[in-house]
């Protein structure tokens, strides 16, 4: 660059070619005594302030014709195109969402939509393809942006897939358990029921450990309880996809019935809380030996007071440490998991 400045000195001041080598120092005449010019800038003369300003519009004019060309060669910011949804449809993503629903033959599935990618994405990118491949499915491979205006800027995994929504069952779908030959009809079964749950986020980790710690059945409240959004498929890991959820619009005569079925109804407090004639125990206190339900609780208010009255033991899970007013409490899908945990362990040990 240095060479390309002189040369283009030298073009501004109008100087032959050996004035490059009498001025610089190089080439074959590097011994002689140094221009007129030279000597005049070293001194500060014109001759000084009309080599600088010629250099100086040299070192302009690259720089500005450099700039340009680094414009030229600069790729162009892409802008996110326009994808026109498939009416009654919604957007799934993730990777173990997509590939959850893409599976199973619950949805009706659209389009799929994959991120432009090399190295190691490749191989996930394959894998959806086969699957996409095995059920009909259109593949289309576009940009980020793309992918973040169809999930509204969530955290996509490079993966989207556009499907008709998974809607609650209801009650009246359900299949009774079956029992098999010499089996006790109070052989032990554990359905998670749901008061309310309003978010998303809880609402997906209460089914993922459902499903990973071995619940019969999850049944919640219509009313003032989240639906089965995409952000409660993603948040559940895809088990959303595989495990049926049933609704009741009147959750306390769903209770009352179980309870008349010889069903044991257990809710869930806080340490500090007591219900009048419900006994609260610790849950490593409870002992397992009828099929019951696990009732769970709002996340801002927990169980309603009818509901409470409806249980027969109300479970608390004790702390490792005093608490400071205002922490006595675990996050609702936190609370649950450690509940299920203590009952389901039960099972565990008398199967060994």
């Given at each position: 660059?240095?060479r390309?400045?002189?040369?283009?000195?030298?073009?501004?001041?109008?100087?032959?070619?050996?004035?490059?080598?009498?001025?610089f120092?190089e080439?074959?005449?590097?011994?002689?005594?140094?221009s007129?010019?030279?000597?005049?800038?070293?001194?500060?003369?014109d001759?000084?302030?009309?080599?600088?300003?010629?250099?100086?519009?040299?070192r302009?004019?690259?720089?500005?014709?450099?700039?340009?060309?680094?414009?030229?060669?600069?790729?162009?910011e892409?802008?996110?195109?326009?994808?026109?949804?498939?009416?009654?449809?919604?957007?799934?993503?993730?990777?173990?969402?997509?590939?959850m629903?893409?599976?199973?033959?619950?949805?009706?599935?659209?389009?799929?939509?994959?991120?432009?990618?090399?190295?190691?994405?490749?191989?996930?990118?394959?894998?959806?393809?086969?699957?996409?491949?095995?059920?009909?499915?259109?593949v289309?491979?576009?940009g980020?942006?793309e992918?973040?205006?169809?999930?509204?800027?969530?955290?996509?995994?490079?993966?989207?897939?556009?499907?008709?929504?998974?809607?609650?069952?209801?009650l009246?779908?359900?299949?009774?358990?079956?029992?098999?030959?010499?089996?006790?009809?109070?052989?032990?079964?554990?359905?998670?029921?749901?008061?309310?749950?309003?978010?998303?986020?809880?609402?997906?980790?209460?089914?993922?450990?459902?499903?990973?710690l071995?619940v019969?059945?999850?049944?919640?409240?219509?009313?003032?309880?989240?639906?089965?959004?995409?952000?409660?498929?993603k948040?559940?890991?895809?088990?959303?996809?595989?495990?049926?959820?049933?609704?009741?619009?009147?959750?306390?005569?769903?209770?009352?019935?179980?309870?008349?079925?010889?069903?044991?109804?257990?809710?869930?407090?806080?340490?500090?809380?007591?219900?009048?004639?419900?006994?609260?125990?610790?849950?490593?206190?409870?002992?397992?030996?009828?099929?019951?339900?696990?009732?769970?609780?709002?996340e801002?208010?927990?169980?309603?007071?009818e509901?409470?009255?409806?249980?027969?033991?109300?479970?608390?899970?004790?702390?490792g440490?005093?608490?400071?007013?205002?922490i006595?409490?675990?996050?609702?899908?936190v609370?649950?998991?450690?509940?299920?945990?203590?009952?389901?362990?039960?099972?565990?040990?008398?199967?060994?």
């Amino acid at each position: 660059m240095e060479r390309a400045l002189r040369s283009l000195a030298r073009r501004a001041l109008g100087l032959p070619s050996t004035a490059r080598s009498r001025c610089f120092g190089e080439g074959p005449t590097r011994d002689q005594q140094p221009s007129r010019l030279c000597t005049a800038a070293a001194r500060g003369g014109d001759g000084a302030r009309t080599f600088r300003g010629g250099l100086h519009a040299a070192r302009e004019g690259w720089g500005s014709a450099g700039r340009e060309a680094s414009k030229g060669r600069r790729r162009p910011e892409g802008r996110a195109l326009p994808i026109e949804r498939t009416r009654g449809s919604e957007i799934l993503f993730g990777v173990a969402p997509c590939s959850m629903a893409l599976s199973q033959a619950r949805r009706d599935l659209f389009r799929l939509f994959l991120k432009r990618s090399g190295g190691p994405q490749r191989l996930v990118t394959s894998e959806f393809v086969l699957q996409a491949a095995a059920r009909g499915v259109p593949v289309l491979h576009v940009g980020r942006r793309e992918l973040d205006t169809l999930c509204g800027g969530r955290v996509h995994q490079g993966v989207c897939l556009e499907a008709t929504p998974l809607r609650f069952k209801r009650l009246e779908e359900a299949e009774e358990p079956g029992l098999g030959d010499g089996e006790s009809p109070n052989r032990q079964l554990l359905w998670l029921a749901l008061e309310q749950i309003q978010d998303p986020m809880n609402l997906g980790a209460l089914l993922r450990s459902a499903y990973f710690l071995g619940v019969d059945r999850v049944v919640t409240s219509q009313r003032n309880s989240c639906p089965l959004t995409p952000t409660v498929s993603k948040a559940s890991s895809g088990a959303m996809e595989v495990f049926d959820v049933y609704s009741t619009d009147d959750l306390r005569s769903f209770l009352k019935a179980k309870a008349a079925e010889g069903w044991e109804v257990v809710g869930t407090v806080s340490q500090s809380e007591t219900v009048e004639n419900v006994p609260v125990i610790s849950c490593l206190e409870f002992r397992w030996n009828k099929p019951i339900i696990l009732v769970i609780g709002s996340e801002g208010d927990g169980l309603s007071l009818e509901t409470q009255l409806l249980c027969h033991q109300m479970l608390v899970i004790p702390s490792g440490r005093a608490l400071h007013p205002g922490i006595e409490s675990l996050n609702v899908s936190v609370a649950t998991g450690i509940l299920l945990h203590s009952i389901c362990s039960q099972k565990l040990r008398n199967s060994d």
